[in-house]
């Protein structure tokens, strides 16, 4: 009780509890450890998601675009109209992307290049050595490296259930290795193109866009959006 200047008593305002403790602090700790405490648990759940992105993963999923697509190229069949053969090996580049993300599909593709130009029978009939890759079907072979990335930045916004879309996609994609592939072929290899010796080629190009479909529908839709995610960031403390 205290006494004002014209004698009459008055108490002093109580303020509300809520206002009080914000003034005082005395509710601010408990506060403070509960946005610090959901603070660590997002940084170590991104901590976590991180760990997927190592470069040894990476590495591991190269190698295995690497095997797939050497394994595929050797499912071949001679085609009469044309000195390229049909292969399976475009249906494991068009792959890479959606299931082993952008870097590992990309580096995959290098990585499968690359042991082709030392020599190993990876290509198409067993065939190896650099001279493949400046040869009749250097075209095709180059173009592989522009297909992982988008699929894989594809893949990160829809899942496997979106067929018809897909199927558009991956036959762009094959129209994409054929236009490199027979324009190589007539510019830089000097090689008479007709359209039977491209037009050849297309009901294998339906054919493989729909086994791909088939693939990314059965695929679960956790590792196409786990493989082609971005990678995420670490907020500071």
């Known amino acids: ?17 809520g206002i009080r403790e914000a003034l005082t602090g005395r509710a601010l700790a408990p506060r403070v450890a509960i946005m610090s405490t959901s603070g660590a648990a997002s940084r170590a759940e991104a901590a976590s998601s991180v760990r997927e992105f190592t470069p040894a993963l990476i590495l591991r999923n190269a190698v295995f ?32 992307g959606p299931l082993a993300g952008a870097r590992a599909g990309t580096a995959g593709i290098l990585l499968y290049l690359l042991a082709g130009a030392l020599g190993l029978p990876v290509f198409a009939d067993g065939r190896g050595g650099s001279e493949v890759l400046s ?17 894989a930045h594809l893949a990160r916004r ?7 879309l897909w199927f558009g996609c991956f036959l762009v994609g094959h129209l ?12 830089g290899a000097g090689v008479a193109v007709t359209a039977s010796s491209w037009s050849v080629f297309l009901p294998g190009a339906v054919l493989k866009s729909m086994l791909g479909v088939l693939v990314l529908r059965f695929t679960p839709t956790h590792v196409t959006r786990s493989a082609s995610r971005r990678r995420p960031r670490i907020e500071p403390e």
């Open 1 to 17: 009780m205290a006494v004002g200047r014209t004698g009459s008593p008055w108490r002093r305002p109580c303020l509300p509890e």
């Open 135 to 151: 040869g009749p079907t250097a075209g095709f072979l180059w173009s592989f490296l522009l297909l992982p990335t988008p699929l």
């Open 176 to 187: 994409l290795i054929l236009l490199f592939g027979f324009g190589w072929l007539a510019f």
């Open 65 to 96: 675009v690497c095997l797939a697509a050497a394994l595929a190229a050797q499912l071949s069949m001679p085609v009469s109209e044309s000195s390229t053969p049909f292969t399976l090996q475009t249906l494991a580049v068009l792959l890479a």
């Open 158 to 164: 829809i899942d496997g259930s979106w067929s018809a």
